[in-house]
């Protein structure tokens, strides 16, 4: 058996192990709702009348897990990991993520090894290169899931702000109004105010609770909301009254911000096609002849491609901040 063979051989074994690193990670993090540990949590705050059994002992994605959540705990990545976890809403731990992202890299620098064999030095290039991009891929996958979801609760923000001044002329006090919202509301406006409801019911004050909604979800009308809330509390006023001029305002914002998306999604998708074109053409040349692509890949012609990449990721900047009109 010839040596590349092998070495595909072992590259796939790597890649099939850190696969099933991955797919194991994400289905503790779902049976951990159920676990002894979030049970022990639970009862420190209330009565559980019953619990789930979960047979077996300590599995080793979870004590590798749990050792990454220990480092990382008081460190600014791990505060900014729990931020983006909570404001992605994935019921998934820091180390859980942490283990999700060196396996993802583990698994990518694999697969570059795999596509670069022909030479050494070309696949550790290229095993570097796509274990970068596997690092980054869960991250890039929370940003995208945060800016999806907090747009879908901007977007639910002004019919529920008029929901709750409906309900506070009607009599219920704000505590009552919050539930009706979490009873009410679609996903994730229901979600996020019912997990309001759940810290204050804990001891937390509401005006601690909205902060804590704010933290998860960033956002400058509900900051306005918030802010409404706590100037009331503080020195009175009809606050129904004041959360009508705010839903009226901010329903106005999203009208604007629809009518500017619809504008700018030509020149969005223009980018868009311009970006993949090139990247396209070089894999789709890469798999039809590989030794033609690789004459581009010594020295010097090495950085055409290169140079190449960094003006394409420079433009696709360009062209974001152009098209991203603030309302």
């Keep these: 058996m010839e040596s590349s063979q092998v070495v595909s051989i072992a590259v796939a074994l790597f890649v099939f192990l850190s696969v099933g690193l991955v797919y194991f990670g994400v289905q503790a993090s779902r049976a951990r709702a159920s676990s002894p540990e979030m049970e022990d949590r639970l009862d420190r705050y209330g009565n559980v009348t019953e619990v789930a059994k979960v047979d077996g002992g300590t599995s080793t994605v979870t004590m590798v897990s749990d050792r990454l959540e220990r480092a990382a705990k008081g460190t600014s990545i791990g ?42 030095g070309l696949a550790v290039l290229f095993g570097i290169g796509v274990a970068l991009l596997g690092w980054v891929a869960p991250t890039v996958y929370l940003n995208v899931r945060a800016g999806r979801r907090q747009k879908r609760f901007v977007g639910q923000l002004g019919d529920t702000i008029g929901l709750m ?36 019911g804990l001891g937390i004050s509401p005006q601690h609770a909205l902060n804590n909604l704010l933290r998860r979800v960033p956002s400058e009308d ?43 999604a030509q020149q969005q998708m223009s980018g868009y096609v311009i970006t993949a074109m090139p990247i396209l053409l ?11 692509m690789m004459g581009v890949m010594v020295w010097p012609w090495v950085c055409l491609p290169i140079g190449a990449s960094v003006l394409l990721v420079m433009g696709t900047l360009i062209m974001r901040k152009i098209v991203a009109i603030k309302v």
Aim: no cysteine; charged share 20%; glycine share 10%.
């Design 79 to 120: 505060e900014k990991t729990a931020t983006a976890l909570a404001r992605a809403d994935v019921k998934m731990t820091v180390g859980e993520f942490i283990a999700i992202r060196e396996a993802s890299a583990l698994a990518g620098f694999m697969l570059g090894l795999l596509l670069g064999r022909a030479q050494i």
């Design 165 to 200: 001044a409906n309900s506070l002329r009607a009599g219920y006090s704000l505590l009552q109004t919050m539930e009706l919202v979490s009873r009410e509301a679609p996903s994730p406006m229901g979600d996020e105010f019912r997990r309001v409801v759940r810290e204050i």
């Design 222 to 264: 509900l900051d306005l909301m918030v802010s409404a809330i706590n100037i009331q509390h503080e020195i009175g006023g009809n606050l129904g009254q004041i959360l009508d001029v705010i839903g009226e305002t901010i329903r106005e914002r999203v009208r604007i911000q629809g009518e500017i998306g619809v504008l700018v």
């Design 282 to 292: 070089a894999g789709g040349l890469f798999l039809l002849n590989p030794e033609y």
